[in-house]
C-alpha cells in the first residue's frame, strides 16, 4: 500500500494539525478519532490546551508507525509508539489516543504511564481521573492509588457510594487480602455515613476471613440505606453458612418490606431449598410462579422440589405442567419424569420417558438408564441396541460404552464375545487402564492365561501403584494353584497399596490357607467377609473354616452366602465338595 494515499494521510489530519507551525486556536481543533475500544464514552473539557509543535519527519514517521501498528493488529507497538509521540509533542488528544492503545493492549506498566500523562496535560479530564485509578487498582497499586482516588472523591463528594461500588471489585483482585481490608477501612473512614462504604468494608472483610467485622460493617449498610437489597441479602449471605435461621430470618424481614422485590423472593426461595426447608423453598416459588404463571422454570423447580419431599403423585402433575409450558427443554424434563417413575418401580413408565430424552445435557445419561433398565428387564438384546444410539462426546465415555457392552454379554455368560469386544476396544485405546484390566480378567475367565498376565504386566508398569492389576495376577496364580510364593508377593504388594480392599484382604487369606498358615488364613478371611459378604469370600471363609474342624461354622457362611446368592457357581462347587 503507498503510505502516502489520500485515505490514509487524511486519518491522520486531525493529528498532524497540532504539529504544525501556525498557532492553533483550541475552539476550531478536532480532537483525535476514538477508535473502537472498550473506554468509556469521553467527555471533554470545553476547550484544550494545544502545544505549538513542529512538523518533523521524525514526528511524520513516528505518527504513521503507530497508525499502521494500530491497522494491522499491533497495539502493544502502536501504543507505545503514540506514548513516545505523546511525550515529544505534549499533546493531551495523542496521550488520550496511547492510553486508549495501550489500554486495549492490557499493557499495564505503558498504559497507567500514558494516562498518568493524559491526567498531566489535560487536568480537568475526569475520564483520565477515574481510568488511572481503575488501572492502578486492577495492578494491584492499592498506595498508588490512593491520592487518586481521594482527588476523584473530593471532586464530586455526592457521587462517593457510586465511586466506592465501582473502585471494590478493582481492589477485590488484590491477592493481600488483609492489605485490600485495612485500604478500604483507610479510604471510607472519611464517609462514615455511606452506606456503599461500609459494604465495601464489609465485603473485604468476608474475603480477608473477618467475618465479625463483615456483619457488622454490611448491618451499618443496612442500617444507613434500609432500602438497599444488596446490602440486606449480602448481610444474610454472612449468617447463611455458620447461623442459616438468622440469615432466613434478615431475607424474609427485608422481603416482608418489600413483598414485590421478585428477584429477592427468587433469591430467598433457593437459600430455603440450600438449606433443605423444602415446603418453605416450595411455597416462596409457587408466589413467584402466580405472579408469572408462563414461567417454565419456576415450574419445573416447584416439580423438583416435590420429588425430593417423595411427593411423586403431585410432581408428576408439576412436571407435566412445566411440559406443557414450553420453554423448557423437553428432555429435560422426560429426564426427571423418568427418574420419577423410576422411584415409584414402573420400569415401563420409565423407560418411555428416558427414551423420549433425545438431546441436551441428560441424553447420554438417559441411553445409559434405558439400557439398564432393558438389561434389568432381560432384554439383553434391546439394551444393546440401545446401548449402540448413545452418543459420547469424548474418549472417556467412548470407553465406558465398550466397558458396559462386555458387561451386559459378560452377564449374559457370553464371555468369548464379551472378551471379543473388549480386545476390539483395546485396540482402539490400547493403554487406557480398565479397558486393559477388563480385557485381561475376560482373558483370564477363558483360560487364556499367557495372554491375561501379559495384560496386567502391561497395567502394572502404566499404573504402578494399582493394587487391583497386583492382586488379579496374585489371586489367578493362587486360584490356579501355581508359583504360590510369586503370587503371594503380588498379593501383599497389593495389600500395602489398599489394606481396607475387602478382594485384596480375601487374596491374602487364600494365599495363607495355600501355605499353610491356617490362623493367619482364618484372620483374613474373617475380616474380608465382615467387610463384603461376598459369595466367593464365603466358600474361602467356609473351606478353612472346615478344615480347621469348625463344620457348623463353615455350613452357616455358606448358608448365608447361598440364601443371597442362589446361583453363584464357586460357591455351589465348594459346598459340593464338602457335602454330597
Known amino acids: 500500500m503507498n503510505l502516502l494515499e489520500p485515505r490514509f494521510v487524511l486519518s491522520l489530519l486531525p493529528l498532524l494539525a497540532a504539529c504544525t507551525h501556525?498557532?492553533?486556536?483550541?475552539?476550531?481543533?478536532?480532537?483525535?478519532?476514538?477508535?473502537?475500544?472498550?473506554?468509556?464514552?469521553?467527555?471533554?473539557?470545553?476547550?484544550?490546551?494545544?502545544?505549538?509543535?513542529?512538523l518533523t519527519d521524525r514526528l511524520l514517521y513516528e505518527f504513521l508507525l503507530g497508525d499502521i501498528a494500530a491497522q494491522r493488529g499491533k497495539p502493544e507497538l502502536a501504543a507505545q509508539a503514540y506514548l513516545d509521540l505523546a511525550k515529544n509533542t505534549r499533546d493531551p488528544r495523542v496521550a488520550r489516543r496511547a492510553a486508549q492503545l495501550a489500554y486495549e493492549a492490557r499493557q499495564l506498566e505503558v498504559a497507567v504511564e500514558a494516562f498518568k500523562l493524559w491526567q498531566e496535560l489535560e487536568p480537568s479530564s475526569p475520564l483520565a481521573k477515574q481510568m488511572l485509578l481503575s488501572l492502578l487498582l486492577s495492578g494491584g497499586k492499592l498506595q498508588e492509588a490512593r491520592p487518586h482516588l481521594e482527588?476523584?472523591?473530593?471532586?464530586?463528594?455526592?457521587?462517593?457510594?457510586?465511586?466506592?461500588?465501582?473502585?471494590?471489585?478493582?481492589?477485590?483482585?488484590?491477592?493481600?487480602?488483609?492489605?485490600?481490608?485495612?485500604?478500604?477501612i483507610d479510604v471510607t473512614h472519611a464517609y462514615p455515613d455511606v452506606a456503599e462504604g461500609h459494604w465495601a468494608v464489609a465485603q473485604a472483610a468476608a474475603a480477608a476471613g473477618k467475618n465479625d467485622?463483615?456483619?457488622?460493617?454490611?448491618?451499618?449498610a443496612v442500617t444507613l440505606k434500609p432500602d438497599w437489597d444488596l446490602a440486606a441479602v449480602f448481610e444474610a449471605e454472612l449468617y447463611?453458612?455458620?447461623?442459616?435461621?438468622?440469615?432466613?430470618?434478615?431475607?424474609?424481614?427485608?422481603?416482608?418490606?418489600?413483598?414485590?422485590?421478585?428477584?429477592?423472593r427468587l433469591y430467598y426461595a433457593r437459600a430455603l431449598l440450600n438449606q433443605k426447608e423444602y415446603v418453605a423453598s416450595r411455597e416462596e416459588f409457587q408466589r413467584l410462579l402466580r405472579d408469572r404463571p408462563d414461567n417454565p422454570d419456576l415450574a419445573f423447580a416447584i416439580a423438583l422440589i416435590s420429588m425430593q419431599l417423595g411427593e411423586y403423585a403431585r410432581a408428576e402433575q408439576e412436571l407435566q405442567q412445566a411440559l406443557s409450558k414450553g420453554g423448557k427443554e423437553e428432555s429435560t424434563v422426560h429426564h426427571y419424569l423418568a427418574q420419577?417413575?423410576?422411584?415409584?418401580?414402573?420400569?415401563?413408565?420409565?423407560?418411555?420417558?428416558?427414551?423420549?430424552?433425545?438431546?441436551g445435557e441428560y441424553a447420554y445419561a438417559a441411553r445409559l438408564r434405558e439400557v439398564a433398565l432393558?438389561?434389568?428387564?432381560?432384554?439383553?438384546?434391546?439394551?444393546?441396541?440401545?446401548?449402540?444410539?448413545?452418543?459420547?462426546?469424548?474418549?472417556?465415555?467412548?470407553?465406558?460404552?465398550?466397558?458396559?457392552?462386555?458387561?451386559?454379554?459378560r452377564e449374559g455368560k457370553q464371555y468369548e464375545t464379551s472378551f471379543q469386544v473388549l480386545n476390539r476396544g483395546l485396540e482402539k485405546f490400547p493403554e487406557q487402564p480398565d479397558m486393559l484390566y477388563q480385557t485381561a480378567m475376560a482373558a483370564d475367565k477363558l483360560k487364556k492365561s499367557e495372554l491375561f498376565e501379559q495384560m496386567i504386566r502391561k497395567l502394572m508398569k502404566i499404573e504402578p501403584d494399582n493394587a487391583h492389576a497386583y492382586n488379579a495376577l496374585g489371586y489367578s496364580l493362587l486360584e490356579r494353584n501355581v508359583r504360590v510364593q510369586e503370587a503371594m508377593k503380588l498379593v501383599e504388594k497389593a495389600y500395602q497399596l489398599a489394606p481396607n480392599d475387602a478382594a485384596i484382604i480375601d487374596s491374602m487369606g487364600w494365599g495363607h490357607y495355600l501355605l499353610g498358615n491356617?490362623?493367619?488364613?482364618?484372620?483374613?478371611?474373617?475380616?474380608?467377609?465382615?467387610?463384603?459378604?461376598?459369595?466367593?469370600?464365603?466358600?474361602?471363609?467356609?473351606e478353612v473354616l472346615w478344615k480347621q474342624g469348625d463344620k457348623d461354622g463353615a455350613r452357616k457362611v455358606w448358608a448365608e452366602g447361598l440364601k443371597a446368592n442362589s446361583d453363584n457357581e464357586v460357591l455351589k462347587a465348594v459346598m459340593k465338595r464338602f457335602i454330597p
Open 213 to 220: 467485622l463483615a456483619m457488622a460493617e454490611a448491618h451499618r
Open 151 to 184: 482527588t476523584v472523591l473530593k471532586a464530586d463528594p455526592g457521587k462517593a457510594g457510586h465511586t466506592f461500588m465501582n473502585i471494590y471489585p478493582l481492589v477485590a483482585r488484590t491477592a493481600d487480602k488483609a492489605a485490600a481490608l485495612d485500604w478500604m
Open 518 to 542: 491356617m490362623d493367619k488364613s482364618l484372620e483374613f478371611l474373617r475380616r474380608a467377609y465382615t467387610a463384603n459378604p461376598d459369595p466367593e469370600i464365603a466358600a474361602h471363609l467356609g
Open 374 to 409: 432393558l438389561d434389568k428387564a432381560g432384554k439383553l438384546d434391546e439394551a444393546r441396541a440401545a446401548l449402540q444410539r448413545a452418543v459420547p462426546k469424548n474418549d472417556q465415555q467412548r470407553v465406558q460404552l465398550i466397558l458396559i457392552d462386555a458387561q451386559l454379554l
Open 340 to 359: 420419577l417413575n423410576e422411584a415409584r418401580h414402573d420400569d415401563a413408565a420409565a423407560l418411555g420417558h428416558y427414551r423420549q430424552v433425545k438431546d
Open 240 to 264: 447463611l453458612p455458620g447461623e442459616p435461621k438468622k440469615g432466613l430470618q434478615l431475607l424474609q424481614k427485608f422481603l416482608n418490606a418489600h413483598p414485590d422485590n421478585k428477584d429477592l
Open 22 to 54: 501556525a498557532p492553533q486556536r483550541p475552539a476550531d481543533d478536532t480532537p483525535a478519532p476514538v477508535h473502537k475500544a472498550n473506554l468509556e464514552q469521553i467527555v471533554e473539557a470545553p476547550q484544550l490546551v494545544l502545544p505549538n509543535a513542529v
